[in-house]
């Protein structure tokens, strides 16, 4: 069946460091990838889109790649700050034309001072 | 500012009362869909609709029902809501198929 995985533990890190999200899907052959950050109570906000054709992709400290081989997709966020405490998706969508992006559950990142 | 509103805010009924969640979107998308989201099941899409009086069934459909008479509203209908129904439920739309997906508020909603 086709599943999309992110890790449902929270991520804790330190002020400063780098952190890294994993997105895994399996049977998926997917044309776009994207990442949103949602915050408790509100909707998600896109963050990045990459494509299968492009490995990866940078935003001032976010920075995602994307692996087709793998089948895999990771996230980064240099520098990390409290103010990037959130919970994070990733959403994949398939060829076609069709608006059907598919969700992964998300995973909470939390910044510790 | 774009935008995508949802009304209500928050939503307590009863099984059986019919209601409808409003959605509205000024950016001239074509594309729009409801979606719900639960602890640990991340968002699904309950409707999708690619253009007016253009919709689809996503992949959590039962219950619901929608319509889209202008490109700029996309109303969620549950015609005789359940308790399983109490959930987040959250507007989005995008340009086209592949761009980023403008997300509402939200909508929460308890079915007692």
């Known amino acids: 069946s086709q599943k999309i995985e992110q890790n449902s533990e929270a991520l804790n890190i330190q002020e400063g460091k780098t952190a890294t999200l994993t997105c895994n899907y399996t049977n998926y052959s997917p044309a776009y990838l994207q990442w949103y950050r949602q915050d408790p109570g509100r909707g998600p906000v896109f963050l990045l889109l990459?494509?299968?054709?492009?490995k990866e992709k940078r935003k001032e400290r976010l920075k995602v790649t994307f692996d087709t081989t793998l089948k895999q997709s990771l996230f980064h966020i240099t520098a990390s700050q409290p103010a990037d405490s959130a919970t994070y998706l990733c959403a994949l969508d398939v060829s076609g034309g069709y608006n059907k992006p598919i969700f992964g559950a998300g995973t909470r990142l939390a910044v510790h001072p | 500012e774009a935008q995508v509103t949802q009304n209500p805010r928050y939503l307590i009924t009863v099984t059986g009362k019919k209601l409808t969640v409003t959605c509205s979107q000024n950016?001239?998308?074509?594309?729009m869909s409801w979606y719900r989201q639960d602890p640990g099941l991340g968002l699904r899409q309950i409707y999708y609709?690619?253009?007016?009086?253009?919709?689809d069934k996503g992949d959590v459909p039962e219950g619901y029902k929608v319509s889209r008479k202008e490109k700029r509203n996309f109303p969620l209908i549950l015609e005789s809501p359940s308790p399983n129904q109490t959930s987040l439920y959250f507007c989005a739309s995008r340009g086209a198929a592949g761009e980023t997906q403008y997300f509402g508020p939200g909508t929460r909603l308890l079915v007692l």
């Open positions: 609709s690619m253009n007016v009086e253009v919709t």
């Open positions: 990459i494509r299968e054709n492009e």
């Open positions: 950016m001239n998308h074509e594309y």
